[in-house]
């Protein structure tokens, strides 16, 4: 890597972190850069916390090393928590405190300036729920105080887990534009999701994991480019026949579908202009793939290959054998 040191925010090196026989990270080496918006994604039970939690200090690794904004973290350092925010999937509240009274409470923990407790409600949005019950808040906004908490000493690298769990649609977008914003103010994000839409619309890039192991690493949009994964044209049933369709070149696969015909293909340039001198492109519509797609074939392949460990295939850097359908 060419990347300056003072440009990397987290730099874990070989990591590695066993439960008895369970290998929960096995050998992950990842770089986060300053600023960037860094998602990690992947199925229950794949590592994510066990890996985040190292990286944040919380957890030591059995080998490898973590170093964050310069520092190693572990043994634990001190001098390190005020510059990193930390929200978990269970964050604690004080009870019986209002909004403002739990956020100032923390900030005083981290010793923040007095009007830093206001200055973080208005930047989540709950300035009008400032002396609300913590109790009494709604999910969203309970999820937002959480955010808060992890902000209200102005860390430069924030670690967040799941922050949009739990939320209806509403909600998450209005989260989603919360982190559009702390990544405009030049903060760097940590996060991880399962809603694989909101990490191709936030993240700069993310790691996917699968079963402890890094597999695949890249921008959202470089990952399904390197997938190959065709682009579907859906026509009006009834306009072309599949076999006139299938004979398109360029067209890898046509089949009727719910109402539509599906044209399959990898130079969707090439078969719209077809299509467009055979019938016309009225009511065509155009269905690019998704780093949900990568993800489902990536931990899709990777069941498969657990399910047939007795093979001791490696995980593949990207995809395995192109989808047969
Ligand atoms: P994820 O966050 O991706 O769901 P985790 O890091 O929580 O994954 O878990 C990775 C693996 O390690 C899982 O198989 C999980 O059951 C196991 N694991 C996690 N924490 C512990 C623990 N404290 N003790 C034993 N096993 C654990």
């Not at 103010?185 to 993240?203: P, S």
């Not at 997938?227 to 299938?246: F, H, S, V």
Request: hydrophobic letters at 40%.
């Amino acid at each position: 890597m060419t990347t300056d040191r003072n440009e990397i925010a987290i730099e874990a090196t070989e990591v590695c972190k066993r439960y008895g026989d369970r290998e929960a990270v096995a050998s992950v080496s990842l770089e986060v850069r300053r600023g960037e918006f860094f998602g990690l994604l992947g199925p229950n039970g794949a590592g994510k916390s066990t890996l985040i939690e190292i990286m944040e200090g919380l957890r030591q690794a059995d080998s490898g090393t973590v170093r964050v904004l310069g520092n190693s973290t572990w043994p634990r350092d001190i001098a390190l928590l005020p510059r990193i925010g930390v929200q978990t999937q269970s964050s604690a509240f004080f009870v019986r405190q209002t909004a403002h009274e739990h956020l100032a409470t923390v900030a005083a923990l981290y010793r923040a300036d007095r009007i830093a407790a206001d200055r973080t409600l208005r930047t989540v949005g709950l300035t009008e729920q400032r002396d609300v019950l913590v109790e009494n808040l709604s999910g969203g906004q309970r999820q937002r105080l959480a955010i808060a908490s992890a902000l209200v000493h102005d860390p430069e690298l924030i670690f967040l887990d799941e922050p949009t769990a739990a939320l209806d649609p509403q909600a998450r977008r209005d989260l989603w534009q919360l982190l559009r914003q702390l990544k405009k103010a030049g903060r760097t994000i940590v996060y991880t999701t399962h809603h694989l839409d909101e990490a191709e619309a936030l993240c700069d890039r993310v790691a996917i994991l699968v079963a402890g192991r890094i597999a695949a690493l890249d921008s959202p949009h470089q990952l399904i480019a390197a997938a190959g994964a065709p682009t579907r044209l859906l026509l009006p049933a009834g306009r072309l026949n599949p076999d006139e369709a299938a004979a398109i070149p360029g067209v890898d696969r046509a089949e009727e579908e719910g109402g539509s015909l599906v044209l399959e293909t990898t130079v969707s340039g090439k078969v719209l202009q077809a299509v467009d001198a055979l019938i016309g492109l009225d009511g065509l519509q155009s269905r690019t793939a998704t780093l949900e797609d990568v993800y489902l074939r990536l931990t899709g392949a990777a069941a498969l290959d657990l399910a047939n460990s007795d093979s001791h295939t490696e995980h593949p850097p990207y995809f395995p054998a192109k989808d047969p359908a």
